[in-house]
């Protein structure tokens, strides 16, 4: 079945570092992949989406891959800082639907 | 302005009981969605509605009914509620016909069953 996994479920890293999330995906392959964060409480936002033929996408301190080869998109939060502490999720559609899946998430915590 | 909301909140029932969750956005999308996240915090989704059609229905008993009324409206009703319903629901609309498919999503519904 297509499926979208994201290995780290939670990720320390101290404030000022680049955050990289990693999120994988099998048995297909999506026209596009998207990252929401969810803080707690909430229900996700979106950040942004990248297309297959897109190699990188920026917004801000944000940065997302997608490496058809290695069926992967990277997610990278540079200078971060502790109001970046949430949960990410990545997500898309399965083939020829419209039906969302998502990653099960990483929980970021940026230290202080 | 609220773009996707949900009422209610929170919902403390027990076992046995129906209970509804309604949704409603302002954002002129055309296809709605109600989504699972359990305790592990895995969203999944149950079903999604475009201009008042039902489009995707996923494997859910059919305890859970969903319904809209029109484009701006998805109520989700649960019938005989179970321990295992508990979860937030979240109700998200979207544009298909956009270029960037985001999903905007309501707050949740924290649905607890005693």
């Known amino acids: 079945s297509q499926k979208i996994e994201q290995n780290s479920e939670a990720l320390n890293i101290q404030e000022g570092k680049t955050a990289t999330l990693t999120c994988n995906y099998t048995n297909y392959s999506p026209a596009y992949l998207q990252w929401y964060r969810q803080d707690p409480g909430r229900g996700p936002v979106f950040l942004l989406l990248i297309r297959e033929n897109e190699k990188e996408k920026r917004k801000e301190r944000l940065k997302v891959t997608f490496d058809t080869t290695l069926k992967q998109s990277l997610f990278h939060i540079t200078a971060s800082q502790p109001a970046d502490s949430a949960t990410y999720l990545c997500?898309?559609?399965?083939?020829?639907?419209?039906?969302?899946?998502f990653g099960t998430g990483t929980r970021l915590k940026v230290l202080a | 302005d609220t773009a996707v909301s949900q009422t209610p909140k929170y919902l403390v029932t027990q076992m046995g009981n129906d209970k509804s969750i309604k949704c409603e956005q302002n954002l002129g999308h055309d296809t709605m969605y109600w989504y699972k996240q359990d305790s592990k915090k895995f969203l999944k989704i149950m079903f999604s509605y475009n201009n008042k059609e039902l489009i995707i229905n996923e494997t859910v008993p059919n305890r859970f009914s969903p319904k809209s009324p029109d484009k701006a409206h998805l109520n989700l009703h649960i019938n005989s509620l179970e321990l295992g319903d508990s979860a937030v629901y979240f109700c998200?609309?979207?544009?298909?016909?956009?270029?960037?498919?985001?999903?905007?999503f309501g707050p949740g519904t924290r649905l607890t069953v005693t």
């Open positions: 998200a609309s979207s544009w298909v016909g956009g270029v960037s498919y985001e999903q905007y």
């Open positions: 997500g898309t559609t399965t083939s020829g639907t419209y039906k969302y899946i």
